[in-house]
């Protein structure tokens, strides 16, 4: 019953006053780098935010890529109002809702993000006050008058998996890890969702990728991903074990956008993806990725074969031929936190194997 009230209240806030934007999704609980195409270059506005300079350029079809304000953060105008995937680090809201505003007047709806991470949803809540809300009055249309129920908060929907509304609500100690005004308002809990803004947008979840709670976002009409951080071209993949993350989810998350993706010629252009960092890549630059880190993973995977253990396989050096392109020494990811993330996670799974053989579970 619940569910069904919830199904009909983000279809309402998606339906109402939109002349035929509508959500059409279920399951919901209620609360660069510059490219060319055909020879011709894509303009890009550029706009200075603190140290960081913020960028928006054009994919393509309805489609716009927003970098240097944290995540990328990409952008899909209709012919009515704009959806907006990830919403970058807070103090940068301005320049981003700048950006914006360099290619469209139109209000954003939905807002959505791929994961909890703080530099995919601090904007979060900028960005949604800037969004749409009823002209004049916080009162449905569709209510008789004096009627109290079914009021919508002003703004622009945030939209995320269940479990990124969880992770940002957890409490540590009597106050909530994350504020409030940043957490998603809806939410769902089923493979896909789907929207609708001038083309099919559809909202895949992969499980247990960079977190359990990972979104990537498919635009159908315009031929685009949204990747968020399932694919990283700035840094071997970030695994937060800790928040449900895993070598094999990124990896077959990968192999999932790999099958949305249509190349030109000879592996080039045709299908776009937007990162959730790095420059937009084709259908050619995400199965390199793809092959990288599986090739890393089964590197990791001998070793354990072999008895080695986890300082063993640092030194044998697993990423050694891909670091000039993703690797770190120092900073937030370094190349050896991510072998150790690899090394911990695949000594899990032989451990496990080694149980259930020996308690006649494998045969």
């Not at 890009?44 to 953060?73: C, F, P, T, W």
């Not at 939410?187 to 001038?198: A, F, G, Q, S």
């Not at 083309?199 to 031929?223: C, M, Q």
Request: with cysteine; glycine share 10%; charged share 20%.
């Amino acid at each position: 019953m619940i569910r069904d009230f919830w199904d009909w209240w983000s279809a309402l806030r998606a339906t109402l006053a939109l002349g035929g934007i509508a959500l059409v999704g279920a399951g919901s609980y209620g609360t660069a780098q510059q490219v060319q195409r055909g020879g011709e270059q894509v303009e890009d506005h550029n706009r200075q935010a603190g140290q960081g300079k913020v960028e928006i350029l054009h994919v393509q079809g309805n489609v716009y890529m927003i970098s240097g304000a944290g995540a990328n953060i990409t952008v899909q105008v209709g012919d009515e109002v704009v959806i907006v995937v990830d919403a970058g680090m807070p103090q940068q809201s301005d320049d981003v809702l700048a950006a914006i505003r360099s290619v469209t007047d139109k209000h954003i709806l939905f807002i959505i993000n791929t994961s909890a991470d703080q530099d995919h949803t601090g904007g979060n809540e900028s960005l949604s006050k800037a969004g749409w809300a009823l002209p004049f009055t916080a009162r449905s249309p569709l209510q008789k008058q004096g009627e109290d129920r079914f009021l919508m908060a002003p703004g622009a929907s945030i939209i995320a998996h269940y479990n990124v509304l969880e992770r940002m609500s957890a409490t540590s100690g009597k106050e909530p890890l994350v504020p409030s005004a940043l957490w998603p308002t809806d939410t769902y809990d089923t493979r896909y969702w789907r929207l609708y803004n001038n083309e099919g947008v559809w909202i895949y979840h992969p499980a247990n990728a960079h977190t359990d709670g990972d979104s990537y976002v498919l635009f159908r009409k315009s031929d685009v991903v949204s990747a968020g951080d399932i694919l990283n071209l700035a840094s071997y993949p970030v695994i937060r074990a800790d928040q449900g993350g895993s070598i094999d989810g990124v990896i077959a998350a990968l192999n999932q956008i790999i099958e949305f993706m249509q190349p030109e010629a000879k592996e080039e252009g045709g299908t776009y993806v937007v990162p959730g960092h790095g420059h937009i890549c084709d259908r050619h630059d995400v199965v390199d990725y793809r092959d990288m880190v599986t090739i890393i993973r089964g590197r990791i995977q001998y070793y354990i074969k072999q008895g080695m253990t986890l300082e063993e396989v640092k030194a044998a050096k697993p990423t050694l031929d891909y670091d000039g392109l993703y690797g770190a020494t120092t900073g937030p990811w370094t190349s050896d936190m991510f072998v150790e993330a690899v090394y911990r996670e695949l000594s899990k799974v032989k451990s496990k194997n080694q149980e259930e053989q020996n308690s006649g579970g494998g045969k």
